[in-house]
């Protein structure tokens, strides 16, 4: 029963006060681990559709409201990380999602300024999709980086739908290995 209670009360427990004949003594309890916290911001990352959906399926909308949420729970992990290697590659990923929001903006006014004002909206639409998948390709990648270091540091295995936008896995043997004469010519 005891053990079922624990179970229950773990991860909710944060601080105990205690008080004896006017003195008194905080206890902070840290409930996850440096791992744990990793794995939850992995977890937490796969409900963010907007990192690994078909482009087709992305609205102009739904990205931008997916992506502050995002921004906003990276924000607050930042503050809560304790590993300095944990905080780096969350420092990364808001940064990424902080300059698909430049992007984005950049991108609209661009469209604006450059487009015939007698041209259907259609076009401006297009242009401005056009402009805003491209920002969304660089926040998967840059997330997708970050993600991948993550699990090698802390040794979780990324798999589902976040394996899809990390990078290949390449081994000690392959790091700095010449690129195929396939794309450059050998002289």
């Known amino acids: 029963?005891?053990?079922?209670?624990?179970?229950?009360?773990?991860?909710?427990?944060?601080?105990?006060?205690?008080?004896?004949?006017?003195?008194?003594?905080?206890v902070e309890l840290s409930p996850l681990g440096e791992?744990?916290?990793?794995?939850?911001?992995?977890?937490?990352?796969?409900?963010?559709r907007v990192l690994y959906a078909p482009y087709e399926t992305e609205?102009?909308?739904?990205?931008?409201?997916?992506i502050e949420e995002l921004r906003?729970?990276?924000?607050?992990q930042v503050e809560q990380c304790e590993s300095e290697e944990l905080r780096k590659q969350v420092r990364a990923m808001h940064a990424a999602v902080r300059?698909?929001?430049?992007?984005?903006?950049?991108?609209?006014?661009?469209?604006?300024?450059?487009?015939?004002?007698?041209?259907p909206p259609?076009?401006?639409?297009?242009?401005?999709?056009m402009w805003?998948?491209?920002?969304?390709?660089?926040?998967r990648g840059r997330v997708g980086v970050a993600i991948a270091e993550i699990g090698r540091e802390f040794d979780i295995?990324?798999?589902?739908?976040?394996?899809?936008?990390t990078p290949p896995d390449v081994d000690a043997s392959e790091r700095g290995a010449r690129l195929s004469p396939l794309y450059f010519d050998e002289e």
């Open 72 to 76: 906003a729970y990276l924000n607050e």
């Open 157 to 165: 295995p990324i798999d589902g739908d976040l394996a899809h936008i």
């Open 1 to 26: 029963m005891f053990k079922q209670w624990r179970w229950r009360w773990r991860g909710r427990l944060q601080t105990i006060n205690l008080s004896f004949f006017g003195q008194g003594a905080t």
């Open 122 to 129: 259609r076009d401006l639409d297009r242009k401005q999709w």
């Open 35 to 48: 791992r744990d916290r990793a794995r939850s911001i992995l977890l937490r990352l796969e409900d963010h």
């Open 99 to 119: 300059q698909w929001l430049t992007d984005v903006e950049s991108a609209h006014r661009f469209v604006e300024r450059i487009s015939n004002p007698d041209a």
């Open 59 to 66: 609205e102009a909308d739904g990205t931008w409201g997916s």
């Open 132 to 139: 805003g998948l491209q920002a969304l390709g660089v926040l």
